[in-house]
C-alpha cells in the first residue's frame, strides 16, 4: 500500500522530519520531529513542531504514533511536545535502554532521570508490528550508529533514520557509544534488500557539501547501486575499514550534549530543581 508522506526539513540540523498517513482513514504517525534549540541562549522553541501540529489539523488527521529512528545527537526531539499537543503514543527501538544507561552514566544522570520505567510508550523489537490506519507497518532493528537505531517500513515506504543517508553522501558514523561498524555494516544489507522499487527516506541531508540541493527521498535500489560507502557491493572489511577511517576524522555533533539527554527522555526537559528550573549536565573533559 501506499501511505501519503508529507516531508518538513528543518535546515537548522539539516534534520527531515515526516507525516505519514492512510487518507482513507486519516490516521497517522510522525517520525523524527524537530524541537527548536538555540545554542547560545539554550533556549527551545517549537516553530518546527507547530509545522507538523498546524499541518495535521489542516489535513484533518488523527496521530497514533510518534516514531523516533533512534536517540539523535545532532537535534533535539519534538516527541513531548506533540504528545501533549496533539496525542499520540511514543515509540523507539528497544535498544534504547543500553543507551539511556551508557549516557546515564556519562553524564552522571541519578535518581529519577534514571529510573527503570521507560519515558516511552512502546520499546519496538525486531519484527513488531503497528498500523497507520489499513496499512501495515512493521520495524526493523538497525543498529551499528547507535544500539537503538531502527527502520520503520510502512507500506511501500521505509525510514532508516541515520543508517543510510542520500546515494551521493553515504552512511551514518559509528564512533558513538555502542556504535560498531560492523554490526552497521550488517543492518545496511537488511534495508538493501528490501524491495528495489520501495522508497527510503532519510533523516539528515546536507546538499552534498553545497552541490545540489537539499533532498530527502530514494529509492532501495537507488541506494544499493549507488550509495558511495555501501553500494555495488561493497564487501565488509573495506566498509568497516573506511567507516573507522572516516569517523577518526569527525568532530562531535554541535547538539550532542542537550540533545542526547533531551531525547532520551522521549523529548521531555529534565525535571525542574527547586527554583523550578530544569539544567542540563555538561560534562568537562570527557566528550
Request: with cysteine; aromatic share 8%; hydrophobic share 35%.
Amino acid at each position: 500500500m501506499h501511505p501519503d508522506i508529507e516531508s518538513f526539513f528543518d535546515e537548522q540540523t539539516n534534520t527531515a522530519s515526516y507525516v505519514v498517513s492512510d487518507s482513507d482513514t486519516s490516521r497517522a504517525v510522525i517520525i523524527d520531529p524537530v524541537l527548536d534549540f538555540d545554542p547560545n541562549s539554550w533556549r527551545t522553541t517549537s516553530g518546527s513542531a507547530e509545522k507538523i501540529a498546524n499541518y495535521i489539523a489542516r489535513a484533518g488527521l488523527n496521530v497514533d504514533w510518534i516514531l523516533e529512528s533512534h536517540i539523535h545527537a545532532d537535534h533535539l526531539t519534538a516527541s513531548a511536545w506533540l504528545k501533549n499537543k496533539i496525542g499520540g503514543r511514543t515509540g523507539v527501538g528497544a535498544g534504547v535502554t543500553e543507551v539511556q544507561r551508557t549516557f546515564a552514566e556519562l553524564f552522571n544522570i541519578t535518581g529519577d532521570q534514571a529510573a527503570d520505567e521507560s519515558p516511552f510508550d512502546e520499546l519496538f523489537e525486531d519484527g513488531a508490528v503497528f498500523s497507520v490506519g489499513e496499512i501495515d507497518g512493521y520495524v526493523l532493528t538497525t543498529p551499528g550508529h547507535t544500539p537503538a537505531c531502527v527502520t520503520y517500513v510502512i507500506g511501500d515506504a521505509c525510514f532508516v533514520g541515520d543508517s543510510l543517508l542520500m546515494p551521493d553522501t553515504g552512511t551514518a558514523r559509528c564512533d558513538f557509544p555502542g556504535g560498531n561498524a560492523k554490526q552497521m555494516y550488517h543492518s545496511l544489507q537488511r534495508i538493501l534488500e528490501l524491495p528495489d522499487k520501495m522508497r527510503l527516506f532519510v533523516c539528515h541531508d546536507y546538499g552534498a557539501d553545497g552541490t545540489r540541493d537539499f533532498a530527502w527521498e530514494t529509492t532501495v535500489a537507488q541506494q544499493r547501486d549507488n550509495n558511495i560507502h555501501v553500494g555495488g557491493g561493497t564487501l565488509e572489511h573495506d566498509y568497516v575499514q573506511m567507516r573507522e577511517d572516516r569517523d577518526a576524522t569527525l568532530p562531535l555533533p554541535r547538539l550532542i550534549v542537550p540533545a542526547v539527554q533531551v531525547n532520551m527522555l522521549a523529548g521531555s526537559l529534565p525535571p525542574p530543581e527547586e527554583n523550578g528550573t530544569s539544567y542540563l549536565k555538561v560534562p568537562l573533559n570527557l566528550l
